[in-house]
């Protein structure tokens, strides 16, 4: 019986293995799949403006809406870690944003801020939500403090994790790299770049197989040269028009999270977020870069359920 168990293991590691080399897109696909049915999140569309917008949807359909933003180069699937935690409180809906993801990516729609909130604002109220609490990473978090500036009567609250749109005391390394408009750190040339680029954005990583690595890094390669065209659309805006000095037209309780060691927007910007904000709490989180909810799931979910508990 026990070689017989030993025979049974050797092959399934055998047949994992096979599909690893030989099948890297259907691992990659389950493994989506299996995250999804984690949270509880059922994907599904709505027209708005004439354009489908693809979004996942679960939790608790009794409970508040909570809309969760991706960030530059991610797409709804970026949230899936987090949804399982989240799952039992709130009505989760995360959406594609146009130019990501399975959205519409046409280059010409133009990807700065200002368009980018009014196209949220447009699913927002196609999807009927009144006053969702609306959370955001990185250039999501940028669109989300956006909104709540632009539109301060429809939001319960704004949670913003390692949010752009702001400048903080000190530069951070994405910054500074990219202060000659020559490098962008946030473009992938080939696979060859994988760990240089996940090492940029999270603090430790998880080690990709590199017969996986294709399909992992998919969309990023296939639409490289339009993500740097909307990095560097991004970038001039931070760098000319942070929104620093419109901070206390923020009405909305907010809660900030942060990855203490994040190499894309430093630490210090929580500092210029809860000066301009009133009220606004904080949360740091050691040992974790720019993606909390996929670098700490538990904490971040800890972290935003106390706080609109307590708002």
Same mark, same amino acid.
């Given at each position: 019986? %026990?070689?017989?168990?030993?025979?049974?293991?050797?092959?399934?590691? $055998?047949?994992?293995?096979?599909? +690893? $080399?030989?099948?890297?897109?259907? *691992?990659?696909?389950?493994?989506?799949?299996?995250?999804?049915?984690? @949270? @509880?999140? /059922?994907?599904?569309? *709505?027209? /708005?403006?004439?354009?489908?917008?693809? =979004?996942?949807?679960? &939790?608790?359909?009794?409970?508040?809406?909570?809309?969760?933003?991706?960030?530059?180069?991610?797409?709804?699937?970026?949230?899936?870690?987090?949804?399982?935690?989240?799952?039992?409180? %709130?009505?989760?809906?995360?959406?594609?944003?146009? &130019?990501? &993801?399975?959205?519409?990516? !046409?280059?010409?729609? @133009? %990807?700065?801020?200002?368009?980018?909130t !009014?196209?949220?604002?447009? %699913?927002?109220?196609?999807?009927?939500?009144?006053?969702?609490?609306?959370?955001?990473n990185s250039?999501?978090?940028?669109?989300?403090? !956006? =909104?709540?500036?632009?539109?301060?009567?429809?939001?319960?609250?704004?949670?913003? $994790?390692?949010?752009?749109?702001?400048? &903080?005391?000190?530069?951070?390394?994405? #910054?500074? $790299?990219?202060?000659?408009?020559? =490098?962008?750190?946030?473009?992938?040339?080939?696979?060859?770049?994988?760990?240089?680029?996940?090492?940029? +954005?999270?603090?430790?990583?998880?080690?990709?197989?590199?017969?996986l690595?294709?399909?992992?890094?998919?969309?990023?390669?296939? =639409?490289?040269?339009?993500?740097?065209?909307?990095?560097?659309?991004?970038?001039?805006?931070?760098?000319?028009?942070?929104?620093?000095? !419109?901070?206390?037209?923020?009405r909305?309780p907010?809660?900030? *999270?942060?990855?203490? #060691?994040?190499? +894309?927007?430093?630490?210090?910007?929580?500092?210029?977020?809860?000066?301009?904000?009133?009220?606004? #709490?904080?949360?740091?989180?050691?040992?974790? @870069?720019?993606?909390?909810?996929?670098?700490?799931?538990?904490?971040?979910?800890?972290?935003?359920?106390?706080?609109?508990?307590?708002?």
């Open positions: 019986m %026990f070689k017989f168990i030993l025979i049974i293991l050797l092959l399934a590691v $055998l047949l994992l293995m096979a599909m +690893v $080399l030989f099948f890297p897109e259907k *691992i990659m696909e389950f493994t989506r799949r299996s995250l999804r049915r984690r @949270g @509880g999140l /059922v994907q599904k569309s *709505i027209t /708005v403006e004439g354009r489908v917008w693809p =979004y996942l949807e679960g &939790g608790n359909f009794s409970k508040p809406v909570l809309i969760l933003i991706h960030g530059f180069s991610g797409e709804k699937d970026n949230w899936a870690m987090l949804a399982p935690e989240l799952k039992q409180d %709130f009505h989760i809906i995360i959406p594609d944003l146009p &130019g990501f &993801g399975q959205n519409e990516r !046409r280059s010409d729609m @133009g %990807f700065d801020n200002d368009s980018q !009014r196209r949220f604002h447009a %699913f927002v109220k196609a999807m009927g939500l009144k006053r969702p609490h609306l959370a955001g250039m999501g978090g940028w669109i989300a403090l !956006r =909104y709540a500036m632009e539109f301060p009567d429809e939001l319960s609250s704004l949670i913003l $994790l390692d949010s752009a749109g702001v400048l &903080g005391a000190v530069d951070s390394e994405l #910054q500074s $790299l990219a202060a000659d408009e020559t =490098y962008n750190p946030l473009t992938m040339t080939d696979l060859s770049d994988s760990d240089r680029f996940l090492s940029f +954005v999270m603090h430790k990583p998880p080690r990709i197989p590199a017969p690595k294709p399909a992992f890094h998919a969309d990023a390669l296939a =639409y490289r040269d339009q993500l740097n065209d909307i990095f560097w659309i991004i970038a001039r805006e931070m760098r000319d028009g942070p929104l620093n000095d !419109r901070l206390h037209q923020v909305a907010t809660l900030i *999270i942060w990855g203490r #060691q994040d190499r +894309v927007i430093d630490v210090s910007s929580v500092a210029a977020l809860q000066a301009g904000i009133p009220h606004a #709490q904080a949360v740091i989180l050691d040992d974790i @870069g720019h993606l909390p909810m996929i670098e700490a799931p538990k904490d971040t979910a800890a972290a935003i359920k106390d706080f609109i508990r307590h708002s």
